[in-house]
């Protein structure tokens, strides 16, 4: 299936790759070949899609979650933004998470993970895997998910009265 965009993926491998002519340490995106860059950005679509956004679809028959219809809070204006489509801060992160996909391929694969390792003398405690959501992808997107939902850090507060 060719890749594309409101199919199954959120933005066109032209425009990610204007993105990282421009990102400094991209050699995993540099030296991929189109099929796998189509492939990673097809597999952070389907993660995108797997979180609680804010707004709604602007159709309902979309097959993608963006584009939306909605509102979030600048950080950068201080100030609430009414969007439509797919705003330019979040498609960064949508192309920084494909980058960390190439980097990291098996990060989607639930097996082979260790918590400590040791061979004769050398210790290793604490090993973490690769996150599937980086920070930086969190702090583009992070904006835009639905308060205590699917992906987001935020806990929902409530109080019962």
């Given at each position: 299936?060719?890749?594309?965009?409101?199919?199954?993926?959120?933005?066109?491998?032209?425009?990610?790759?204007?993105?990282?002519?421009?990102?400094?340490?991209?050699?995993?995106?540099?030296?991929?070949?189109?099929?796998?860059?189509?492939?990673?950005?097809?597999t952070a679509t389907q993660a995108f899609n797997a979180l609680q956004w804010t707004g709604s679809p602007e159709d309902e028959e979309q097959e993608t979650v963006f584009p939306r219809v909605g509102s979030y809070f600048c950080n950068i204006a201080g100030t609430k933004i009414d969007f439509t489509g797919t705003p330019n801060v979040l498609k960064r992160g949508f192309f920084e998470l494909s980058l960390h996909l190439l980097e990291n391929e098996d990060v989607l694969s639930e097996t082979g993970g260790l918590d400590d390792l040791e061979i004769g003398p050398v210790k290793l405690k604490g090993i973490r895997s690769a996150s599937k959501l980086p920070s930086n992808v969190y702090r583009s997107i992070e904006a835009f998910l639905l308060p205590g939902g699917t992906g987001s850090r935020q806990k929902l507060w409530w109080r019962a009265n």
């Amino acid at each position: 299936m060719p890749l594309t965009v409101g199919v199954n993926t959120l933005a066109s491998l032209s425009e990610a790759e204007d993105f990282f002519a421009l990102r400094l340490n991209a050699d995993a995106w540099e030296d991929a070949d189109e099929k796998r860059k189509e492939r990673s950005l097809a597999t952070a679509t389907q993660a995108f899609n797997a979180l609680q956004w804010t707004g709604s679809p602007e159709d309902e028959e979309q097959e993608t979650v963006f584009p939306r219809v909605g509102s979030y809070f600048c950080n950068i204006a201080g100030t609430k933004i009414d969007f439509t489509g797919t705003p330019n801060v979040l498609k960064r992160g949508f192309f920084e998470l494909s980058l960390h996909l190439l980097e990291n391929e098996d990060v989607l694969s639930e097996t082979g993970g260790l918590d400590d390792l040791e061979i004769g003398p050398v210790k290793l405690k604490g090993i973490r895997s690769a996150s599937k959501l980086p920070s930086n992808v969190y702090r583009s997107i992070e904006a835009f998910l639905l308060p205590g939902g699917t992906g987001s850090r935020q806990k929902l507060w409530w109080r019962a009265n």
